[in-house]
C-alpha cells in the first residue's frame, strides 16, 4: 500500500462545497425560531443617561428587548481576557469588564446594548430602529501612539495602559551597543487589519426545557473553548447542559477564535423566551465588531559592527488591545510577539518592551501570524536598512548572522529544534533569479520605471503549546489537543478531533494520517469536529497547531488501536503479542504465514461472547470494541522558517506598485499533502500581500470607522498577484513524530516585510509605511527625483 502522507490527495471537502452542499451556521434553521438585532452605539466613548424600549416593544412582531440591566441582573459574566501579563514591574495586568450588554458605558462605535428579539427579520430590524438610547458623549481616544497621554477610558486604569512588559536584558542589550560600530534605528507602523472572512460571524442559539440544555450554533474555531468560558466565565449554563456546535466556517484567521458578545447573549436570551434565536452578521457588522488584528506603533533598534556581524537588538513597542483585552489580545503582542523579535538571527543580546494600551476603537486581537508578522517586519526591515547602511548584500547580511547548528537556543525564550537557513537561502536566490535582477532594473529604468527587490528571511512559533510552558506564561488553560479514533464492526473508521477545520483541510489531510497509520483506505475514513458533544475536549485551531498538536494526537490514538490489534490478533492465531508485526493493513506473525487484516481484528474485537465453537479472541483484560483516545501535549512549539523574496515595478507618475515576482522557499518539515500547503502559503501571501500594499483600517478622532465598507476599505484582488513561485526546504521537526512544523501563517508572516522591502528598495531607501498606496508612493517618487535632481 503506498503511502498518502506526502501524496497530493485531492481535497474530500471540495465537492461538497463546490456542489453547494456546505452548511454554514447562516444555513442553519430551527422550528419555531425568532431573530435578533443588536442596538449598538454609534459612539466610540459615551455614557448612557437613559435607554427606552417601550416604542420598540409594541412593534409588530417583537418577541422581546433585552438590555445590560437585565444581563446583568441574571449575573451572566463577561467576555475575558484568556491570558495574564505582568508589567516588568512584577503588577498584574489591568483589565476592564467587557459586559455582553453595555449597562453604563459604550467604549467603541458598534458595542452593543439592546437586543431586539422579533417573529422576523424585518420586524427585529424595524424595532431596533425605535430603540431610544440617550448618550452622553465623552472624547474618545483613537490614537495608538498617543493613547497614554488621553483621557482615561476605564476608571482604575491610569494612562489607559493595560501592561507595560519587558522580555529581554536591558543591560546586556545596552552593554552591546556600547560595542557597536553602528546603529541602525528605525520607526514603523504595523497598520490595523480587518479580518473580513467570506462568512460574516453569527449564531443560532436554542433551549430544550425538557432537558435544561443550550445548544449554539456557531462560527467558532474552537467550540470547546467556546463553551468552557461561556460556562466557566459567563455563567450561561453548566458545562454538561451546554453543546456548542461550529459547522462549516467560512474562514477565520483568528477572527473567529473568540467567544463574541452575540455567543452569550443568544444563548442566554433564548432561555428567556424559551424559542431559538438566530443573528447573522451584516458586513457592515463584521467591519465594525470583528476583533481587529495588528495595530503597533514601533521604535527598534539593531547593533552592528562594521563587517556587519549583529550584536545587540532593542524594540520600543505600543500595541493597540482597542476597547477590551480578548482571549488572545494580551499574548499577542507580547509572548507572540517578543520571542520572535530578534528572527533568524544570532544577536547575543536582546530586549523586548511592550506597552498595550486600550483605545475606543474595536477589540484587537489574534489576526493569522498574531504577533509574528509584528515581530518579522520589525526585525526584517531593521536587517534591510542595516544591508543599505553597511553597503553589504542584504542576503550575504542575513546569511553572516544565521545560526548554522540546531538545536538553535534563541535570545528570547526560544529552543528552535530544526533549520537549515543557509540552505533556504540559497534556493530562494536560485528559484528567484536574485542574480538576474540587476538586468531587469536596468529593463525598467528603461521604460520610466523603478524596480526594487526585497528579501526576508523568517521564523515562527507555531503549534501554541506546549502546556507547562504556555500556563508559566499566562494562558488560562492547557493548550494539549485530543482525538479519538474509533474502528466500526465493519470496518470503516472515524476520527473525531479537537482541531476545527475552517479551511484547513482537515478532513483529507487527517484521513491521509489515519490511512496511512491504519493500513485503512481513506474513503473509509471519516473525520468528525467542531461538536462539543461528539469527541474529546479539545483546544480548536490557531496559530497553526492542526496537524502539529492536533494531528499528532491523531496518529498516537491510532498507535494505540494498532497494539490493541496485536493483541487480539495474538490471540486468535495463538502467537505470542511480541511476534505480531503490523504493515500495510495487516497483523502477521513473525516467520510464518499467519496474518489477519485490521478489518478482522476491529470486528473480532466485537465478539466478546462464546456462542457454540466460537469463543472470544479478546486477551483476558482487553475490553470489547475497538476504540481509543489520545491528548497530545507537545513539548515544544515547531518552527518552519523560510526566505522570500519580492520583486516590485514602480510608475512615478502614478505611484502605483506592481507586484511583478514573488518567491517563496519555506521549510514545514514533513509535508501532508503538498496540494493543501501550497493553498495555505497562497491564501497567506494573499493576505501580507494586503498588508503591505492595501489594507488600513482607520479610525477619525472620534472614534468612527472610516473603513467600514469594501468602497473604503482595500481588499486585495487576484489581478493584484502574480504567479507566485512556490518551493520548499525540508528538515524535519524533532519534536513530533511526523517531524511536521505549520504551514497556515507563513505567508502573512513573510510578505510585509518582503513586498515593503522591496517598495523602499526602488525608492531608494526612502521610508514608507504600510499600506504602501499609490498615493504616499508617488509623494515618495516626487522626493526621490527632487534629491537625484540635488545630487546632479
Not at 457588522?285 to 549583529?310: C, W
Not at 485551531?541 to 490489534?565: D, F, Q, W
Request: proline share 4%; net charge negative.
Amino acid at each position: 500500500m503506498a503511502s498518502l502522507v506526502g501524496s497530493r490527495v485531492e481535497r474530500k471537502e471540495d465537492k461538497r462545497f463546490l456542489t453547494g452542499k456546505g452548511r454554514y451556521t447562516a444555513d442553519i434553521n430551527l422550528a419555531n425560531q425568532t431573530y435578533a438585532i443588536f442596538v449598538r452605539s454609534p459612539h466610540a466613548r459615551a455614557s448612557i443617561k437613559k435607554l427606552n424600549i417601550d416604542k420598540a416593544l409594541k412593534s409588530s412582531g417583537v418577541v422581546s428587548i433585552l438590555t445590560g440591566k437585565e444581563i446583568a441582573d441574571d449575573k451572566i459574566g463577561g467576555l475575558i481576557a484568556g491570558w495574564a501579563i505582568r508589567s516588568e514591574d512584577g503588577t498584574e495586568m489591568k483589565c476592564p469588564g467587557n459586559p455582553p450588554l453595555a449597562k453604563d458605558n459604550v467604549n467603541f462605535v458598534g458595542d452593543p446594548v439592546a437586543v431586539v428579539i422579533a417573529e422576523s427579520l424585518a420586524e427585529a430590524k424595524e424595532a431596533a430602529e425605535k430603540v431610544e438610547v440617550d448618550y452622553k458623549v465623552l472624547k474618545a481616544v483613537t490614537s495608538t501612539a498617543d493613547a497614554m497621554n488621553g483621557d482615561t477610558i476605564h476608571e482604575g486604569i491610569d494612562k489607559n495602559l493595560c501592561f507595560d512588559w519587558l522580555l529581554g536584558d536591558r543591560q546586556k542589550v545596552k552593554e552591546a551597543f556600547d560595542k557597536a560600530d553602528k546603529v541602525i534605528s528605525i520607526d514603523i507602523i504595523n497598520n490595523r487589519l480587518i479580518p473580513n472572512a467570506m462568512e460574516p460571524r453569527a449564531c443560532v442559539a436554542d433551549y430544550n426545557a425538557a432537558s435544561e440544555e443550550i445548544t449554539l450554533y456557531t462560527t467558532s474555531q474552537n467550540p470547546h473553548l467556546s463553551r468552557l468560558i461561556m460556562s466557566a466565565f459567563g455563567n450561561v449554563a453548566p458545562e454538561h447542559k451546554l453543546r456548542v456546535v461550529a459547522p462549516d466556517v467560512g474562514g477565520g484567521f483568528g477572527s473567529k477564535i473568540n467567544v463574541y458578545n452575540e455567543d452569550i447573549v443568544c444563548s442566554w436570551a433564548a432561555k428567556k423566551i424559551n424559542r431559538a434565536i438566530k443573528w447573522v452578521a451584516e458586513r457592515s457588522e463584521s467591519f465594525l465588531t470583528d476583533i481587529h488584528g495588528r495595530d503597533h506603533v514601533t521604535h527598534a533598534e539593531l547593533a552592528v559592527t562594521k563587517d556587519g556581524k549583529f550584536l545587540g537588538f532593542k524594540n520600543e513597542t505600543i500595541a493597540n488591545l482597542g476597547a477590551y483585552a480578548r482571549v488572545f489580545g494580551t499574548v499577542t503582542p507580547t509572548y507572540l510577539f517578543g520571542p520572535c523579535a530578534t528572527g533568524v538571527y544570532e544577536i547575543p543580546a536582546a530586549y523586548t518592551n511592550v506597552k498595550a494600551v486600550y483605545t475606543n476603537t474595536a477589540p484587537v486581537d489574534a489576526y493569522r501570524g498574531a504577533g509574528r508578522p509584528e515581530a518579522t517586519y520589525t526585525i526584517e526591515r531593521l536587517v534591510e536598512k542595516a544591508s543599505m547602511e553597511l553597503g553589504i548584500d542584504k542576503t550575504e547580511l542575513r546569511i553572516k548572522n544565521f545560526p548554522t547548528t540546531f538545536p538553535f537556543k534563541q535570545t528570547l525564550v526560544h529552543t528552535v529544534d530544526s533549520g537549515d537557513y543557509v540552505a533556504g537561502m540559497e534556493k530562494a536566490k536560485q528559484m528567484a533569479d536574485y542574480k538576474g535582477f540587476k538586468m531587469r532594473r536596468k529593463e525598467s529604468e528603461a521604460k520610466g520605471k523603478l524596480r526594487g527587490i526585497g528579501v526576508t528571511s523568517y521564523f515562527e512559533a507555531c503549534g501554541i503549546a506546549p502546556s507547562a510552558a504556555v500556563m508559566s506564561l499566562g494562558c488560562g488553560v492547557g493548550l494539549w489537543e485530543s482525538a479519538e479514533v474509533r474502528f466500526n464492526p465493519t470496518g470503516q473508521v472515524t476520527v473525531y478531533t479537537g482541531s476545527h477545520s475552517h479551511g484547513q483541510s482537515h478532513q483529507t489531510t487527517f484521513a491521509q494520517i489515519a490511512a496511512d497509520e491504519l493500513g485503512v483506505p481513506i474513503e473509509n475514513i471519516d473525520i468528525v469536529h467542531g461538536d462539543t458533544d461528539k469527541g474529546t475536549f479539545g483546544m480548536g485551531t490557531y496559530g497553526s497547531r492542526s496537524l502539529a498538536v492536533g494531528g499528532i494526537a491523531i496518529v498516537n490514538a491510532c498507535k494505540k488501536i494498532v497494539e490493541k490489534g496485536k493483541r487480539v490478533t495474538a490471540k486468535m492465531l495463538e502467537a505470542n503479542p511480541e511476534d505480531v508485526e503490523f504493515k500495510d493493513g495487516e497483523f502477521i506473525v513473525s516467520k510464518s504465514n499467519k496474518k489477519k487484516t485490521i478489518g478482522e481484528v476491529a470486528f473480532a474485537c466485537y465478539l466478546p461472547g462464546v456462542r457454540d465453537e466460537m469463543k472470544s479472541p479478546l486477551p483476558e483484560g482487553d475490553e470489547p470494541g475497538l476504540k481509543e483516545t489520545s491528548f497530545y501535549d507537545p513539548s515544544n512549539f515547531s518552527f518552519p522558517a523560510g526566505t522570500h523574496i519580492a520583486e516590485v515595478e514602480i510608475d512615478p507618475e502614478t505611484g502605483h506598485v506592481k507586484l511583478e515576482k514573488y518567491t517563496a522557499c519555506d521549510d514545514f518539515g514533513r509535508i501532508i499533502n503538498p496540494m493543501v500547503v501550497e493553498g495555505q502559503v497562497h491564501g497567506g501571501l494573499a493576505q501580507g500581500i494586503g498588508q503591505a500594499l492595501y489594507e488600513n483600517a482607520e479610525y477619525d478622532e472620534t472614534g468612527q470607522l472610516m473603513t467600514g465598507s469594501y468602497m473604503d476599505y482595500t481588499m486585495p484582488r487576484a489581478d493584484n498577484f502574480p504567479e507566485f513561485n512556490i518551493g520548499y526546504t525540508c528538515t524535519h521537526a524533532t519534536t513530533n513524530p511526523l517531524g511536521v512544523k505549520g504551514c497556515g501563517e507563513a505567508g502573512a508572516i513573510a510578505a510585509p516585510p518582503t513586498v515593503m522591502n522591496a517598495v523602499i528598495d526602488a525608492l531608494g531607501g526612502q521610508e514608507v509605511t504600510m499600506p504602501a498606496t499609490a498615493e504616499k508612493v508617488w509623494k515618495a517618487c516626487k522626493n526621490l527625483k527632487k534629491s537625484n535632481a540635488k545630487a546632479a
